[in-house]
């Protein structure tokens, strides 16, 4: 997703409802320059990617978003693990460069996912199975 995707992107996904292209401009404009069409343009773009499904409402669409910034920070981090040669490596060399506080959250879901009566060498389900603790 490109730099100007994503800040559409960001806001659909903070809103959490269907947007226009008027709401998103407007908000847009408050921190760039930018065109109505551009913005038209973006949300047609990333519709035609399946990331917002939209609704005719008039002579316009409302758009929304078809799954959550969490979702999509998984499948970037899932896409670039999938390409290393080494994944125990790029993981150790990931968990290195986290935070404590990340940290900390990569433990808590761990748990969540392993659910609290699992022993702690037991592999975890498929994540599809898994609710997002975020959409609860």
Partial sequence: MGELED????????????????????????ERSIAYTTVM???????????????????????EAV??????AAALMNDAWSQSDNPA?????????????????????????QGPDTPPDTPAPNPGSVPDPGER
């Fill in 7 to 30: 800040a559409v992107m960001t806001r659909v996904w903070k809103w959490n409802r269907p947007v226009t292209v008027r709401e998103v401009l407007e908000d847009l404009q408050q």
């Fill in 41 to 63: 343009t973006v949300l047609d773009n990333l519709h035609q990617k399946g990331w917002v499904r939209r609704e005719a409402e008039g002579r316009a669409y409302r758009y």
């Fill in 67 to 72: 799954s959550t910034r969490a979702a999509y």
């Fill in 89 to 113: 490596a790029a993981l150790i060399a990931f968990f290195g460069m986290m935070s404590e506080e990340q940290r900390q959250a990569l433990r808590d879901a761990i748990r969540i996912v």
